[in-house]
């Protein structure tokens, strides 16, 4: 089965400060791509950052970046200075053979 | 670029009644996608079209639902003889051409059905 787990359902980090969210899937395939999806209150979902399982340099968008261990099936993600604006939910998903398989969520809070 | 659109945006009715519901992707893209997210939950895969298409189906997708997408453009999803545990967040999104497992998804507001 295909599938991703988010082990943490809420999180909280200071303004500025470093906050790392973590994820882990499940797939018998070996080509995929992985991605973090963010969801504000009441508003749609736009992509924070994607990666190729194939590429092993971890992709870095801005104040994301992510820690890809493909071996251990591993997809965290790192949002450095955090922002009021990044509390969100945050959703890890990935393309195996089927499109986006999604994670549980974790809800950050960012507070001033 | 006007972004993924979907009407309603919430929709209340009573068990045993139709619904549809309506998206409208990026003008340019030619897949699109449904999901449901219930509350609590990451959103689940129901089906999707590449243009008037329709690919894919999950096994979540009984045949009380059906979607359509005439001409490739917009598409409906319409659940028949809604039941209690229809109630949840029905999300459209789309895509550009290329394949489904590389291409970045745009996701639209929703679709929030509470069935009563």
Known sequence: ?112 | DTGVSQDPRHKITKRGQNVTFRCDPISEHNRLYWYRQTLGQGPEFLTYFQNEAQLEKSRLLSDRFSAERPKGSFSTLEIQRTEQGDSAMYLCASSPSGSWSTDTQYFGPGTRLTVL
């Open chain 1, 1 to 112: 089965a295909q599938t991703v787990t988010q082990s943490q359902p809420e999180m909280s980090v200071q303004e500025a400060e470093t906050v790392t969210l973590s994820c882990t899937y499940d797939t018998s395939e070996n080509n995929y791509y992985l991605f973090w999806y963010k969801q504000p209150p009441s508003r749609q979902m736009i992509l924070v950052i994607r990666q190729e399982a194939y590429k092993q340099q971890n992709a870095t968008e801005n104040r994301f970046s992510v820690n890809f261990q493909k071996a251990a099936k591993s997809f965290s993600l790192k949002i450095s200075d955090s922002q009021l604006g990044d509390t969100a939910m945050y959703f890890c998903a990935f393309t195996p053979n089927t499109p986006l398989v999604f994670g549980k969520g974790t809800r950050l809070s960012v507070i001033a």
